[in-house]
């Protein structure tokens, strides 16, 4: 038995103009209650965004996200940055606004200023992240080192910012 070929079928190509496709079989999945758009994407690079916490996801791997998408979470009057939900964070209130952001280098942006910040120390032991720990006598001189070493753009690549995927959302 032979098929018919579908892409010539009249009311096919009206329902696939309709829908935005360029050509059969092209579509661009996108739903902006779950993706992060182009104009928040980079929002979030150059001037941060102030939400309440618990806008954030809390993904299964411990860390924090928008949408699909990993974050640093700070607070404006903080000296360091969060990228773990570690107990700091944990105990913040719910409603409580926070910074977030996911510029890669540099200062972590407050609106139109940008705040040099240090990595919570906490939250790299929670991730065990390069061996980090700083409860074992033989690897403190190396975590201490790893702190003011830290790369958020290598952190990143190793904890992919966007898209995140298969990690469902825990429970808070």
């Given at each position: 038995?032979?098929?018919?070929?579908?892409?010539?079928?009249?009311?096919?190509?009206?329902?696939?103009?309709?829908?935005?496709?360029?050509?059969?079989?092209?579509?661009?999945?996108?739903?902006?209650?779950?993706?992060?758009?182009?104009?928040?994407?980079?929002?979030?690079?150059?001037?941060?965004?102030?939400?309440?916490?618990?806008?954030?996801?809390?993904?299964?791997?411990?860390?924090?996200?928008?949408?699909?998408?990993?974050?640093?979470?700070?607070?404006?009057?903080?000296?360091?940055?969060?990228?773990?939900?570690?107990?700091?964070?944990?105990?913040?209130?719910?409603?409580?606004?926070?910074?977030?952001?996911?510029?890669?280098?540099?200062?972590?942006?407050?609106g139109n200023e940008?705040?040099?910040?240090?990595?919570?120390?906490?939250?790299?032991?929670?991730?065990n992240y390069k061996?980090?720990?700083?409860?074992?006598?033989?690897?403190?001189?190396?975590?201490?080192?790893?702190?003011?070493?830290?790369?958020?753009?290598?952190?990143?690549?190793?904890?992919?910012?966007?898209?995140?995927?298969?990690?469902?959302?825990?429970?808070?």
């Amino acid at each position: 038995m032979k098929l018919p070929n579908f892409t010539e079928f009249e009311p096919f190509k009206v329902l696939r103009l309709k829908m935005g496709a360029r050509k059969a079989g092209h579509f661009e999945l996108f739903n902006p209650d779950k993706h992060l758009t182009g104009k928040e994407r980079s929002e979030l690079d150059q001037q941060g965004k102030q939400l309440p916490l618990h806008r954030l996801k809390h993904f299964a791997d411990a860390t924090w996200g928008l949408k699909n998408t990993r974050i640093a979470v700070y607070l404006e009057a903080a000296t360091d940055y969060h990228l773990a939900q570690c107990p700091l964070t944990q105990s913040w209130a719910n409603n409580q606004m926070v910074w977030v952001s996911t510029r890669r280098t540099g200062d972590l942006p407050l609106g139109n200023e940008s705040s040099s910040r240090q990595i919570c120390a906490e939250c790299l032991q929670l991730l065990n992240y390069k061996g980090f720990d700083l409860q074992k006598n033989r690897k403190i001189a190396y975590s201490k080192n790893l702190i003011k070493t830290f790369s958020r753009e290598e952190f990143f690549r190793v904890y992919t910012l966007y898209p995140v995927q298969g990690l469902a959302e825990k429970l808070a």
